[in-house]
């Protein structure tokens, strides 16, 4: 299934709604009386001690009329000298806070419990051969399989555990080849974006000389002659399409698309079945905003044609056949889907076959001449078959509330495959018959989780513009609303990413130790379409934060928990978030763990992949939008002498993504800053990051750490 591609990919509380000159003046008065309170504290402070003492800078940034002083900018420089001694100083703390702390051993076993198990990914079928990457319950890493029929053993290809002593490289499936003879696959270092792209020739199991760079890769495309590769990664200029003739230098490889692709741009290609037409698909940034979709018969060397451009909206393509179904909220918030002829994809001669209703179409798949639509309807997954006219023809039934993730069909193959999963129900992976609509379990993850033994509700809260919001409750069932349960609340709000149930360990650890899990589908997100998601972008980011809020007075209001007993989690742009609620309403909450987060939002898009994220947060380099991310980046509102929540911020090298500079600056200021004696800790592995390839191991002991924090701090036992 071809889904949206999101990159993948997170004020002073008093002075919100105050007239901009005041609130900038305020905050400039703020900061320069929180430096001198931290240089007068660190005068005194002894020379070695927990957390270790920051060095105070004095640079400052002017934005216009307004100079913005900058304390802890040398921790950006990530490997100078000074900042490697203070990374390891500030681990040593963690680990001391946390390392003899009751029940992490039992924690540990229990996590052990859900994730050393048989793990499988959903695969990609090529010539009757089906490719995908699975973990055995004993080992480390995800390895890449084949299984030569449907039912037939699965077969190892590559096997990553030797890479590394410390199994911090792990492999990546990028394609195979339409005849399933050739696999395309990456190293993946740390937790890095960037792979080492490599071919396998199958039966062989020979790698083929051919060397590409290492880089990140956004699409790896085969001919079916097996002869030739189309290619997107990005370049130091941005993302750029190339052509390789199997048996080249890579080095050779000469460009076909995108000599005018800004630092801002994704690229993704996608060839036909056949090998006679090549889509281009350019996405402006990860906010959403745009796409624009070029059309090349390479067969016949043709030009490159125009299906849509300029126009400020999304469109995704998905190939049947000789023709192309373009998925687009143009003119439809809730999303449609328009069918066109590859040979004149040109929107003069777009025909609209699945209309916009009233439920969120999320994105869609063709398999066995069909038109396979996931929707989310308040929140949680649905499955529609269509016709190639665009008429309903079946539902697809899914086990219980929850979340199609990962899919994988073709036009021209009756079968389907898509992952399921819950909260409290491990991910599942479906082979789906479209001719005959029969659905079997093709593989499942055998966690041992008694799901009789829990409950998911869904209510719904007033956010502060008195907006309905939804959010699910997950929990043990018999729960008493007495007001003393912990609760660990999480969110996201952006990017159009909706978050429906999903399955996380750390999750059912905490429930099955009396906590209650609650999710709130904040705007910014895509669970009801794009009227949503605007409501939470650019100057609306504010939005996002009031959602979050109001679930916690809800939570408090009703009973089921107080501040003391509550706890929120978020990542990446949820990263923010926590970094929003922690500024904003530090009495709210008691204990935060903020994992990847951006922070910093006046310089978040000078670093790695911050220029894709203008699109969704706008940048202080634009006078208008530096006014309101000034007016809430996290970084900037920290006030000396408040009294903090205990926080647990996640990062680490391995992250080229989002920078860790931000959880860096922000767990000095913090620091310093902290008025309360709750501990504010920085876990920093030196190769985790984003984009996952973390042997179980270190998972188990990260989420240790987090469960030991948060039970520690939330008075709740861990044996």
């Given amino acids: 299934m071809q889904t949206r591609t999101h990159y993948v990919l997170r004020a002073h509380r008093n002075q919100i709604g105050a007239p901009r000159w005041l609130l900038q003046t305020t905050l400039l008065l703020a900061i320069s009386l929180q430096i ?28 216009g009329s307004t100079v913005v002083p900058d304390p802890y900018r040398w921790l950006e420089d990530q490997n100078s000298p000074e900042t490697r001694g203070w990374i390891d100083a500030e681990q040593k703390c963690t680990e001391a806070a946390l390392s003899n702390l009751p029940g992490r051993v039992q924690l540990t076993k229990r996590l052990g419990e859900l994730l050393h198990t048989d793990s499988f990914e959903t695969p990609v079928e090529r010539g009757g051969r089906y490719f995908f990457r699975k973990r055995l319950a004993g080992q480390d890493l995800m390895q890449l399989y084949i299984r030569r029929s449907l ?77 030739t590769v189309y290619y997107s990664f990005v370049t130091p200029d941005g993302p750029r399409a190339f052509v390789h003739r199997m048996g080249n230098d890579p080095a050779k490889d000469q460009m076909i698309f995108g000599k005018d692709l800004g630092k801002d741009r994704i690229l993704v290609l996608q060839l036909s079945e ?27 060397d043709g030009p490159v044609v125009a299906a849509v451009s300029g126009q400020k909206s999304l469109f995704f393509p998905t190939f049947a056949g000789d023709r192309l179904f373009i998925l687009s909220n143009w003119n ?65 039934p899914l086990p219980s509330l929850g979340t199609v993730g990962a899919t994988s069909g073709r036009w021209e193959s009756s079968e389907l495959f898509f992952s399921f999963a819950s909260y409290d129900v491990a991910p599942s992976i479906f082979h789906y018959n479209v001719a005959e609509s029969k659905s ?45 349960n912990p609760v660990l609340l999480t969110g996201y709000g952006g990017f159009d990413v909706s978050t429906t149930p999903f399955y996380w360990p750390l999750l059912v650890v905490w429930v099955e130790h009396g906590g209650i899990v609650a999710n709130a589908n904040l705007r910014g997100g895509g669970e009801f379409g794009e009227a949503w998601h605007h409501a939470g972008m650019f100057e609306k980011k504010q939005t996002v934060f009031d959602d979050f809020i109001a679930p916690a007075e809800f939570l408090i209001a009703n009973k089921y928990t107080t501040s003391s007993r509550l706890a929120i989690t978020g990542g990446s742009n949820g990263g923010l978030l926590m970094g929003a609620a922690i500024t904003q309403h530090p009495e709210m909450f008691r204990a935060v763990v903020c994992a990847y987060p951006l922070l910093d939002m006046l310089r978040f898009q000078k670093f790695l992949e911050g220029p894709y994220w203008v699109s969704e ?19 900037h509102h920290v006030v000396a002498g408040t009294k903090y929540p205990a926080i ?23 620091q310093a800053a902290n008025g309360s004696n709750h501990p504010i800790l920085l876990l920093y592995d030196t190769k985790s990051g984003h984009s996952g390839g973390r042997p179980v191991n270190k998972t188990i002991e990260e989420l240790t750490d987090r469960l030991t924090f948060l039970l520690w701090q939330l008075g709740v036992s861990a044996n």
């Fill in 274 to 300: 056949d090998g006679n037409y090549l889509v281009c698909q350019v996405i402006f940034g990860s906010g959403s905003e745009q796409t624009e979709i070029y059309v090349k018969n390479v067969k016949e």
């Fill in 332 to 396: 439809a918030p809730q999303w449609h889907v328009f069918s066109t002829s590859l040979a004149a994809p040109q929107r003069e001669h777009w025909k609209e076959v699945v209309p916009e209703t009233s439920v969120h179409l999320e994105a869609v798949a063709a398999s066995g001449g069909k038109l396979i639509g996931q929707y989310t309807r308040n929140a949680s997954s649905e499955l529609k078959v269509f016709g190639a006219d665009g008429r309903v023809q079946s539902s697809i």
């Fill in 617 to 635: 947060y706008g940048s202080a380099e634009n006078p208008d939008q530096f006014k309101y991310l000034y007016a809430y980046s996290p970084y």
């Fill in 648 to 670: 647990l911020f996640v990062t680490g090298d391995g992250d080229t993504r989002v920078a860790p500079l931000h959880a860096r600056k922000m767990a000095a200021l913090l």
């Fill in 151 to 227: 039912n037939a053993p699965d077969e190892l290809l590559i096997d990553p555990l030797p890479w590394s002593a410390d199994h911090s490289a792990s492999v990546t499936l990028e394609n195979a080849s339409r005849d399933g003879k050739f696999v395309f696959y990456g190293r993946r270092d740390g937790g890095q974006d960037e792979i080492t792209l490599r071919v396998l020739e199958v039966d062989t199991k020979k790698a083929l000389p051919d060397a590409f760079p290492k880089g990140q890769y956004f699409s790896v495309e085969p001919t079916p002659d097996d002869k």
């Fill in 36 to 63: 001198a309170d931290l240089t007068r504290a660190q005068e005194h402070a002894p020379a070695a001690n927990c957390p270790p003492t920051a060095r105070i800078d004095s640079v400052k940034d002017t934005y």
């Fill in 440 to 484: 079997e379990v093709w593989a499942r993850d055998k966690a041992q989780i008694d799901s009789s033994a829990f409950q998911i509700d869904q209510v719904w809260y007033p956010s502060k513009d008195k907006t309905s919001i939804p959010m699910f409750l997950f929990h043990k069932k018999g729960l008493k609303l007495d007001g003393s």
